[in-house]
Structures are given as C-alpha cells and as structure tokens.
C-alpha cells in the first residue's frame, strides 16, 4: 500500500510568488487527507494533477489566515462534481464558525454532506481500519494543534513452507491463516496463524507540526515517525523572535526530530524574510541537530515506504 505526502505550500504568513502557503496532502492508496490549508492549495493540487474530488478529510491545525484561507475553495470546487461522500474536516474551536460563515457570506452551492468537527486535543479525530489520525495540543497564539496518522502493525510473512510441512493444502486454507483464522490440517490437527506467520511487521507514521513553539512533548506524540513534517520558521538568530511569536527555529525543529528518532524530517512554513536561496541556512543549522534533515519545496513529494 502506498503512502505519499504531497508539500502543496510550504510558506508561512503571506504567499509568495514561488511559495504558497502551508498544505500537505496526504495519499494513502485510494484515501486523501489533507493537512492545513492554505492559500493556493488549488494551485499545486492542479500542478500535481492530484485527485481532489476524492478527499475525505481535512486536519486544520488552527485557524490564523495563513492556514485555512485555501478551505472555501476546496470546498466549492468539490461541489462542481458529482459527490455524494461525506467531506469531513476537524479542527480546533472556531474552525467550525469559519466554515459556516463562509459558507453563508459566499452563498456557497454545496451538494455534499460537510461534517465539521471540533476538537479538544489530545484524542483519535479519525480512523479507518487499519490507521488512527490523533491530534495533540501545540502551544502558539491560538489554541493549535499537531496531527499523526499511524498505521496499525501488519500481520507477519506468511510461510508455505511451514504450511506445507503441518499439511495444510494448498488454497482457502492459506487465505484464512493469513486473516487471522485457524484452520484443520489433512491430519485433523489444529494449525493456528502463528504456527506459520512470521513477527507482526511495523505499519507507518506521518507526523504535522506547524506553528508553535518549542515544547519537549512534541517530540514524544511524533515518536519514531517515517516522516515528520516541522515547522522551522526562523534562522538561530531570530530565537528571541521566534520565542515572541510562539514560532520555532529550524534548530529546534531538528531537535524534535532528533528525540523522537524520526526517520526521516522536513522543515515547512519559513518565514517569508528567507527566499530559496538563503532556505540552505536553516537547513544548515537543522542538520547541525539532526543529519536528514530536509527542506519542503512546493510541490515535492515523499514517499513514505514500509520499513519490513
């Protein structure tokens, strides 16, 4: 099963001309879910030639212009096509009333159901069969948020081999010891999954983090994630104002990544004081703490792969 993240801005407070701002969507084989949504989502979501109609849910990480200025068009264009899939799209207080007011002040025309939910982190806002998105509380401004959405483990290799050796035939016995059910072999003896199922092998863990300072806890809710997506607004010295603004520094940001033994991490919405050019200071200064460190461009994509 694939999972992708898809940086569709990477900026923070304004856009700029090669830098919208902060969105990251999520691919999970046929599920998308997206992850704040900032002014010119629609943009990169066009460029990328991503499957919008099909989102299923949106994670506001909290509700200052910059992250949520892209939602009534997100929502407009659903309407365009024929869905009748239910859009669902969690939040902090507020998110609810900005979606609302929206809706009346731009005489939206929606013909889908929109459940809009308000949450109080940390809890489970979303889960499928096999994965739970939880939210955590981050300290900025306003009441902010933090998501992770985590794979359950997966059921170990499968062993003809073995199967073979406890005589279990070939066919619709095999499928159900790998669901989970035990079976009766030629012989009558009972064959359970874990006679023939190697160790549960690891599912994955994407984390988002924007907007907010720097606080020890973080570093335990996105522990062990496959990717980290962090805020790193500020070069070092500019601590004492990222302090001020409840903002980190892609230092602090390294070092999130760096306790919670992320595999892998990438900064996300600068300031807008650094163009791309000088970007490579706080990758610099990232990497200092954390070696993988990477830099989020708009419209980059990484791949999130099994690690067994």
Same mark, same amino acid.
């Given at each position: 099963m694939?999972?992708?993240?898809?940086?569709?801005?990477?900026?923070?407070?304004?856009?700029?001309?090669?830098?919208?701002?902060?969105?990251?969507?999520?691919?999970?084989?046929?599920?998308?879910?997206?992850?704040?949504?900032?002014?010119?989502?629609q943009?990169?979501?066009?460029?990328?030639?991503?499957?919008?109609?099909?989102?299923?849910?949106?994670?506001?990480?909290?509700?200052?212009?910059?992250?949520?200025?892209?939602?009534?068009?997100?929502m407009?264009?659903?309407?365009?096509?024929?869905?009748?899939?239910?859009?669902?799209?969690?939040?902090?207080?507020?998110?609810?009333?900005y979606?609302?007011?929206?809706?009346?002040?731009?005489?939206?025309?929606?013909?889908y159901?929109?459940?809009?939910?308000?949450?109080?982190?940390?809890?489970?806002?979303?889960?499928?069969?096999?994965?739970?998105?939880?939210?955590?509380?981050?300290?900025?401004?306003?009441?902010?948020?933090?998501?992770?959405?985590?794979?359950?483990? /997966?059921?170990?290799?499968? &062993?003809? +081999?073995k199967?073979r @050796?406890?005589?279990?035939?070939?066919? =619709?016995?095999?499928?159900?010891?790998?669901?989970?059910?035990?079976?009766?072999?030629?012989?009558?003896?009972?064959?359970?999954?874990?006679?023939?199922?190697?160790?549960?092998?690891h599912?994955?863990?994407f984390?988002?983090?924007?907007?907010?300072m720097?606080?020890?806890?973080?570093?335990?809710?996105?522990?062990?994630?496959?990717?980290?997506?962090?805020?790193?607004?500020?070069?070092?010295?500019?601590?004492?104002?990222?302090?001020?603004?409840k903002?980190?520094?892609?230092?602090?940001?390294?070092t999130?990544?760096?306790?919670?033994?992320?595999?892998?991490?990438?900064?996300?919405?600068?300031?807008? /004081?650094?163009?791309?050019? &000088?970007? +490579?200071?706080?990758? @610099?200064?990232?990497?200092?703490?954390? =070696?993988?460190?990477?830099?989020?461009?708009?419209?980059?994509?990484?791949?999130?792969?099994?690690?067994?």
């Amino acid at each position: 099963m694939n999972l992708e993240a898809f940086i569709l801005g990477c900026g923070g407070m304004m856009p700029l001309p090669y830098r919208h701002l902060t969105s990251v969507l999520l691919r999970r084989d046929g599920d998308l879910f997206l992850f704040d949504c900032g002014e010119g989502t629609q943009v990169s979501l066009k460029r990328l030639n991503l499957k919008w109609k099909k989102i299923d849910a949106i994670f506001i990480s909290h509700t200052h212009a910059d992250h949520v200025t892209g939602l009534p068009g997100i929502m407009m264009l659903n309407a365009q096509v024929d869905r009748t899939e239910p859009l669902y799209i969690y939040g902090p207080p507020k998110i609810a009333e900005y979606v609302e007011t929206s809706r009346k002040v731009l005489d939206m025309y929606i013909n889908y159901p929109v459940i809009v939910k308000e949450i109080t982190a940390p809890c489970i806002v979303h889960e499928g069969e096999d994965f739970t998105v939880r939210a955590f509380p981050l300290q900025h401004t306003k009441t902010c948020v933090g998501y992770t959405l985590e794979e359950k483990d /997966r059921p170990g290799e499968f &062993n003809p +081999e073995k199967a073979r @050796e406890l005589n279990v035939p070939i066919g =619709p016995l095999w499928g159900k010891l790998q669901k989970g059910e035990s079976v009766q072999s030629a012989t009558g003896k009972t064959v359970t999954p874990e006679d023939v199922m190697g160790e549960k092998r690891h599912g994955r863990k994407f984390s988002f983090v924007t907007d907010t300072m720097y606080l020890p806890s973080i570093a335990k809710e996105v522990q062990n994630s496959d990717l980290l997506i962090c805020e790193g607004m500020f070069a070092d010295d500019c601590e004492d104002q990222a302090r001020e603004k409840k903002h980190m520094t892609s230092r602090q940001a390294a070092t999130i990544a760096k306790d919670s033994q992320a595999k892998r991490m990438a900064l996300i919405h600068y300031s807008p /004081r650094y163009n791309d050019k &000088n970007l +490579e200071l706080l990758l @610099e200064q990232a990497k200092e703490v954390y =070696p993988n460190a990477q830099l989020s461009k708009d419209r980059m994509i990484f791949d999130i792969p099994y690690i067994d």
